[in-house]
């Protein structure tokens, strides 16, 4: 029987250990944020509160790192309280996950503690419940954000002294009254803004000093609006250029629709997630035999009223959207469906500017196709 010749192992070489990936998961507040570290495998390691602080956020980091390799988290609030960790953590090279709250479910059987919370964002990358990748807010789109609410603020309160000073009016003395009845608004507002409050004592002297206040506060207000107008179309052209070429589109609605994307579109895996973002996309509402699609009531509200002002507008004053209506109408669907594919186009139409490397490969089929 021949012999076996055994040859030698090759020698085993024993890697070091690489350091294990976790997970953070956060649960902010506006002093405090509440942090939480998990395994891959789920198991949870540790949790801590850091201040809403610069410092804060470098420790947080620091103490995450300490327990692996640190490439995800998951961040409640990435708009508002986790704002500013956000962006401290994307810095860092950390890929943000914007975590919605926990499960109502979940909530009940284990209670609420902003270390469970904070637990359960970070399960929630884990288990892939959570996926939208946060809103970044450190460019031209937070600008707009930021000069939007400047301008809401102030189109409030100037509607809101407007309001006053025609109540003030209406109680006002006689002759003051009938001196300034059958004034336009602008000529009104010049007429109070110029009124002489010396001299005259008692509650028709205060009248008219009080005229003379809110008239002043309304052009003020004014020239504040005019200039935040300005600044908003200046922003709009330097973001996307083009984006007012559109026909409909305004800077507002331009601004608002910028505004939910955010100042990193490429968040957004195609058109179909943009017009969900905005409310457009149907939502499947089928059961048994029962095959139909409902109109979707999620989604940035304020977007979806500005895709409704332009496609109104369109409906207003082009030729094709007017063609489009009378087409449909004929094939028997509602004023109401029809403005939803109008909106969807809309959409579809501005995701192309907006995220513009991302168009061929999203639009294979007929370009102007409404869904």
């Not at 995450?64 to 640190?70: D, E, K, P, V």
């Not at 009016?169 to 009938?178: M, Q, T």
């Not at 109401?336 to 809309?346: A, P, S």
């Amino acid at each position: 029987m021949p012999s076996i010749t055994t040859q030698p192992a090759a020698p085993c070489h024993v890697l070091a250990d690489a350091p294990e990936e976790v997970l953070l998961g956060v649960d902010t507040h506006k002093d405090v944020h509440a942090a939480a570290i998990v395994t891959v495998l789920g198991a949870a390691l540790d949790g801590r509160t850091f201040p809403a602080t610069t410092e804060g956020y470098g420790q947080l980091a620091a103490w995450a790192r300490s327990f692996g390799t640190l490439r995800r988290a998951g961040v409640e609030c990435t708009g508002s309280y986790g704002a500013a960790l956000a962006r401290h953590l994307s810095a860092e090279g950390i890929e943000v996950t914007e975590v919605n709250q926990p499960d109502k479910a979940v909530r009940r059987r284990r209670g609420k503690t902003d270390a469970i919370d904070a637990e359960a964002a970070a399960r929630a990358i884990l288990s892939g419940r959570a996926t939208a990748a946060a809103k970044a807010s450190d460019g031209p789109v937070e600008t707009l954000r930021l000069l939007k609410l400047a301008k809401g603020s102030a189109i409030k309160s100037r509607t809101q002294t407007i309001n006053q000073l025609k109540s003030v009016l209406v109680s006002a003395d006689a002759a003051l009254r009938e001196s300034l009845a059958g004034l336009s608004n602008p000529r009104l507002f010049k007429q109070c803004a110029e009124l002489d409050d010396n001299g005259a004592a008692g509650p028709a002297g205060t009248a008219r000093h009080v005229l003379r206040l809110l008239a002043r506060r309304i052009h003020h207000l004014t020239a504040e609006i005019d200039d935040l107008n300005k600044r908003i179309a200046e922003g709009v052209e330097a973001s996307v250029p083009g984006l007012l070429d559109v026909r409909g589109v305004g800077p507002d609605s331009a601004a608002t629709l910028l505004v939910s994307a955010g100042d990193n579109p490429e968040r957004l895996a195609n058109e179909a997630s943009f017009a969900a973002l905005c409310g457009t996309s149907p939502v499947e509402a089928s059961s048994g035999k029962t095959q139909r699609r409902r109109l979707n009531r999620g989604g940035d509200r304020q977007a979806n009223a500005a895709l409704y002002r332009i496609v109104l507008s369109r409906l207003r004053w082009d030729d094709r959207s007017q063609d489009y209506l009378r087409r449909r109408l004929t094939e028997g669907k509602t004023r109401r469906e029809i403005i939803r594919c109008l909106k969807r186009y809309v959409a579809r139409e501005i995701y192309r500017l907006i995220v513009p490397a991302r168009t061929a490969a999203d639009h294979a089929g007929p370009a102007g196709a409404v869904s």
